[in-house]
T-cell receptor, first 115, second 112 residues
Framework: SAVISQKPSRDICQRGTSLTIQCQVD?????MFWYRQQPGQSLTLIAT?????????ESGFVIDKFPISRPNLTFSTLTVSNMSPEDSSIYLC????????????FGPGTRLTVL | QKEVEQNSGPLSVPEGAIASLNCTYS??????FFWYRQYSGKSPELIMS????GDKEDGRFTAQLNKASQYVSLLIRDSQPSDSATYLC????????????FGTGTRLKVLA
């Protein structure tokens, strides 16, 4: 596996503001993903972070709301823009390691509360 | 019909018993199947992956896959209170992609 870190681990934000979440991996990975887990719910894929190109978003998620960057093989950011209380959730990055099968490993998550 | 279905539980078992967790999926072409454990307030942790029909054992955990019936299960032998968590089933829908579909999870409670 790999060591995956996320910053911040938690935050409380005001409505209308934006928060950028960072995901850092200690080894090169082929795929990076961003998920959302709303309270009491399972995981929903937001997008696949593509290195050097635009992210691939899932149905219901758009770039204006969740811009994603992936400047290299070990780092990605997810921004939650113009937040509302409905964005309160845990945001998780996951990675697929180079040379490994399609197994995904998750970072520790960022717990976001929007007031 | 949900793409990946799990009974939400809670499933309560006594310490030392076998816990049986089940998951069904709708897409017949699904190739890869995963079980994750998630403690409250923590991120999912991989327990097992399984790709072929049959059983796969790892310590106290056994994953079982039946593609014809479209179900995958996880058995936990000698259950411990520390196994109390939510168990998430994930399915990689299509060969060549890496998009997991997660079930809603089954909450397991192991009673001491």
């Amino acid at each position: 596996s790999a060591v995956i870190s996320q910053k911040p681990s938690r935050d409380i934000c005001q409505r209308g503001t934006s928060l950028t979440i960072q995901c850092q991996v200690d080894s090169q990975v082929t795929m990076m993903f961003w998920y959302r887990q709303q309270p009491g719910q399972s995981l929903t894929l937001i997008a696949t972070a593509n290195q050097g190109s635009e992210a691939t978003y899932e149905s219901g998620f758009v770039i204006d709301k969740f811009p994603i960057s992936r400047p290299n093989l070990t780092f990605s950011t997810l921004t939650v823009s113009n937040m509302s209380p409905e964005d309160s959730s845990i945001y998780l990055c996951s990675v697929q390691l180079a040379g490994v099968t399609d197994t995904q490993y998750f970072g520790p998550g960022t717990r976001l509360t929007v007031l | 019909q949900k793409e990946v279905e799990q009974n939400s539980g809670p499933l309560s078992v006594p310490e030392g018993a076998i816990a049986s967790l089940n998951c069904t999926y709708s897409d017949r072409v699904s190739q890869s199947f995963f079980w994750y454990r998630q403690y409250s307030g923590k991120s999912p942790e991989l327990i097992m992956s399984i790709y072929s029909n049959g059983d796969k054992e790892d310590g106290r955990f056994t994953a079982q896959l039946n593609k014809a019936s479209q179900y995958v299960s996880l058995l936990i032998r000698d259950s411990q209170p520390s196994d109390s968590a939510t168990y998430l089933c994930a399915v990689n829908k299509t060969s060549g992609t890496y998009k997991y579909i997660f079930g809603t999870g089954t909450r397991l409670k192991v009673l001491a």
